[in-house]
């Protein structure tokens, strides 16, 4: 008897859903403006904050993105504006998947898929 299965593994870590469990949708969302923080209390339970500035240093966006990888060949950076000073001021749910956030320098092209806020929350959190 042969029974073949191809378990490749070579593929893109996006568009997994079944890699996540499903406790990663958020139950309450919070947005704090005047503190730049979000909570998010998941639907297990666990509460997670976020400070937006440390959000927009991880920015999903193909911009972003491509500023931190090209971070990696030449480090040398020349910032116009203070990236601390950089705040929401205003934030949208993106279907029942992500969340986006408009900051004061206009970008708003970075949407946060919940399974990455998750994932963040798990690697800040570290182990107890
Ligand atoms: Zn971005």
Redesign the pocket.
Known sequence: MMTTQDNSTDKPETDNPSEEPDDASPADLKVSMGAQTLRIQWQDGLTSEFSLPQL?RV???????TEREKKHDNPLQILKTDPSSWRVTNAQLVGHYAIQFVWSDG?N??IYDFRMLRKLSKESSGSA
């Open positions: 927009r920015c999903p966006c193909a911009t972003c993105r970008h092209a970075g």
